[in-house]
């Protein structure tokens, strides 16, 4: 079946520790997106990439990074510059209309 | 400033009854509106979406929507609430002008049907 998969869902870190969200998708969409949700604040855009090789900054990009070497593929890394990783991250890629397809979520935790 | 209020941070209906989840916008031009729906520790689902023509629009699991330019309202309706419809609904909206494809998103409304 077609969809968004991210991996993994549960994933805890230390302090310091970089961390990488895999994401994966099978729709043949070309724009790719990574959103990070906290309780009450709603979603707030990390990084987009509309084309293979080419990325943009969202509202919140300090402390992460990410690449887009494959159509398919927009992994996430979580740096130890990022003051308050403990979130919930979604991935999601986008029809020409703009209409998102999210993946099921990766829940960080910093121990 | 380009935005989206959803003013209710909860909604709570009995089942069988009608429910309303309030959402309006400000954007300039016309804009591409939606609606997403979100169950606990899970990814948000793709309810329904308007772009342009008729101002009520038909989803998926029996929700709709009516687009009102006057009010700039995009309210979203079931006309019998399930207590499975218990969830986090999001409102978002998207620009037209230019290429980028970033949505703005309204904080959410927490939808609880009371059995």
């Known amino acids: 079946d077609g969809g968004i998969t991210q991996s993994p869902k549960y994933l805890f870190r230390k302090e310091g520790q970089n961390v990488t969200l895999s994401c994966e998708q099978n729709?043949?969409?070309?724009?790719m997106y990574w959103y990070r949700q906290d309780p009450g604040q709603g979603l707030r855009l990390i990084y987009y990439?509309?084309?293979?090789?080419?990325?943009q900054k969202g509202d919140i990009a300090e402390g992460y990074s990410v690449s887009r070497e494959k159509k398919e593929s927009f992994p996430l890394t979580v740096t130890s510059a990022q003051k308050n990783p403990t979130a919930f991250y979604l991935c999601?890629?986008?029809?020409?209309?703009?209409?998102?397809?999210f993946g099921e979520g990766s829940r960080l935790t910093v121990l | 400033a380009q935005s989206v209020a959803q003013p209710e941070d909860q909604v709570n209906v009995a089942e069988g009854n009608p429910l309303t989840v309030k959402c309006t916008y400000s954007?300039?031009?016309?804009?591409?509106l939606f609606w997403y729906v979100q169950y606990p520790n899970r990814g948000l689902q793709f309810l329904l979406k308007?772009?342009?023509?008729d101002n009520l629009v038909k989803g998926s699991y029996g929700f709709e929507a009516e687009f009102n330019k006057s009010q700039t309202s995009f309210h979203l309706k079931k006309p019998s609430a399930l207590v499975s419809d218990s969830a986090l609904y999001f409102c978002?909206?998207?620009?037209?002008?230019?290429?980028?494809?970033?949505?703005?998103w309204g904080l959410g409304t927490s939808l609880a049907v009371n059995p």
């Open positions: 308007y772009i342009t023509g």
């Open positions: 978002a909206v998207r620009d037209i002008p230019g290429n980028n494809r970033k949505l703005i």
């Open positions: 729709l043949n969409h070309d724009a």
């Open positions: 990439s509309q084309i293979v090789n080419d990325f």
């Open positions: 954007v300039s031009g016309n804009p591409y």
């Open positions: 999601a890629s986008s029809l020409q209309t703009g209409e998102l397809f």
